[in-house]
């Protein structure tokens, strides 16, 4: 479990690497969300390509990140889910909110 965010002027990239599950999810959306604010990004690029697992919890990370970018006007783009846990987006239709693209190089903000 680590991430790490990057900046392309109004974008903040974070890559995930591990399970986002409860033992992890407050950690990740304090650091998004507060370097949301505080260098004024509105758009969230959400690198899964290392990305193994995701509970409710990591889905509601995602969600709150959503929330706030499209609050300021911007966007949030989910990139190369893998297929374990896009099982979990399904099933839980949440994949119907989100722009989930092949590839960061997919991604258009």
């Known amino acids: ?4 965010i990057t900046e392309n002027g109004a974008t903040l990239t974070v890559a995930f690497e591990g399970r986002l599950v ?6 990740l959306r304090d650091d998004v969300l507060g370097r949301m604010e505080k260098e004024n990004k509105s758009n969230v690029l959400f690198d899964l390509s290392k ?4 509970d409710s919890s990591g ?3 995602l969600v709150q990140v959503l929330q706030k970018a499209k609050a300021s006007g911007g966007k949030v783009v989910l990139a190369a889910l893998q297929s374990a ?4 987006f399904d099933i839980t239709k949440v994949s ?3 722009e989930i693209v092949p590839t960061v190089a997919d991604a258009q903000f």
Not at 1 to 4: E, R
Not at 51 to 54: C, F, L, N, V
């Open 22 to 27: 409860a033992a992890v999810a407050p950690n």
């Open 85 to 88: 846990p896009k099982i979990v």
């Open 1 to 4: 479990m680590a991430w790490k």
């Open 96 to 98: 119907r909110v989100f």
């Open 51 to 54: 990305m193994t697992h995701i």
């Open 59 to 61: 889905l509601g990370v």
